[in-house]
Each structure stands twice: as structure tokens, then as C-alpha cells.
């Protein structure tokens, strides 16, 4: 993993098992953590470990 890896809501979707809408919904009801780094264009980004971390915590995990 490079140390500038970021992901969108396309990797934590992957990662999760679920549909990138579903992690837009999840940021909008104020589940999934605050993005790491935002794009000059707006997009939210998180680190990987920061999603891992969440995934960990999360009631129904399913990793």
C-alpha cells in the first residue's frame, strides 16, 4: 500500500461489500467517518486504515 493511497466511496464499497451508493448514504446519515483528505474538486478521500479502523468498530460488521 503506497503511502499516499487514498480511497473514494468506490474502494470502501469494495472493501465493505456493498454498492458506492450505499457508502454515500452512509456519509450523509453521519455513519462512516469523516473524510481524511477532501480534492480541490470537492470529492472526500479517506486512508485506508481509517476505513479499516471504522469496519472494526461497526455493530454488523461482516469483516
Known sequence: MSAT???SYREIA???GVQPETVK???RQGIL???DVVTPFGQPRWYPETIRAWVR???H???
Request: net charge positive; proline share 17%; hydrophobic share 30%.
Open 61 to 63: 460488521n461482516r469483516r
Open 25 to 27: 448514504s452512509y456519509r
Open 14 to 16: 469494495a472493501h465493505i
Open 57 to 59: 468498530r461497526r455493530p
Open 33 to 35: 467517518p469523516a473524510p
Open 5 to 7: 493511497e487514498l480511497w
